[in-house]
């Protein structure tokens, strides 16, 4: 018997640890430190996605964008994404917080280290996905926040941090490549927990944008 309960209690860990260790851990961007940290911002198609397995035995996905608008950088009119998670045959890889694209959606992207090793900036905060409303006349702007736990910057995770629940303060903007300007910048409920109209989300990163690059 003395197995048997062995076995019970590991169950019983593995079930209450599970959840968290299927979340990755992730620092909290609001939108000033997601437009700062980005190199280019797009509004983009996806064309492509292909899986394969790489040297290290692990699933990459490629994705391949066409850029339909763009707030930052340079991007050119293609460009892909390769991205750890996915499946090819019969091996599947899944990352934690990793964002997920299927062909033929309209994306709105913050990319980081475009010109070396592109990725998502903030895991799945980086990406927003681009819907038309039921009225089929407006444009939103959708959050698809899933698999992270979101922390402060300089604060350790703990078990009361849940994903897809931030809280509602805004990291210290104290930054020196973060500059002060006059816009409300929306904290995490608002920029994650909820969707936004899309020409006002669009402009107000393109403010952040021009407020970053102008001359100090």
């Known amino acids: 018997m003395r197995w048997f309960s062995c076995l019970f209690l ?3 860990f593995l079930a209450l640890t599970a959840p968290s260790a299927m979340a990755a851990t992730v620092v909290k961007f609001d939108l000033t430190r997601l437009v700062s940290n980005a190199d280019v911002i797009v ?7 292909e899986a394969a397995q790489g ?6 996905t490629t994705i391949t964008f066409r850029t339909q608008e763009t707030l930052k950088g340079q991007p050119g009119k293609t460009f892909s994404i390769r991205q750890v998670g996915g499946t090819a045959g019969d091996l599947s890889t899944f990352v934690p917080g990793m964002p997920h694209f299927e062909p033929k959606q309209q994306v709105f992207l913050f990319v980081s280290d475009f010109d070396t090793r592109p990725v ?4 799945s905060q980086g990406r927003f996905e681009v819907v038309s409303d039921p009225d089929d006349e407006t444009r939103l702007v959708v959050p698809r926040l899933q698999g992270v736990h979101l922390v402060e910057p300089g604060k350790p995770p703990t078990e009361s941090d849940e994903p897809q629940a931030p809280d509602t303060t805004v990291p210290p903007t104290d930054d020196t490549d973060v500059p002060k300007v006059s816009l409300r910048i929306r904290d995490h409920n608002e920029l994650f ?4 109209k899309f020409e006002a989300f669009r402009d107000q990163v393109r403010q952040l944008v021009e407020a970053q690059e102008s001359p100090r």
């Open 120 to 123: 998502i900036t903030g895991l």
């Open 10 to 12: 590991a169950a019983a």
């Open 193 to 196: 927990g909820q969707t936004h």
């Open 55 to 60: 040297e290290s035995g692990r699933v990459y």
């Open 43 to 49: 509004v983009a198609d996806v064309v492509d996605t």
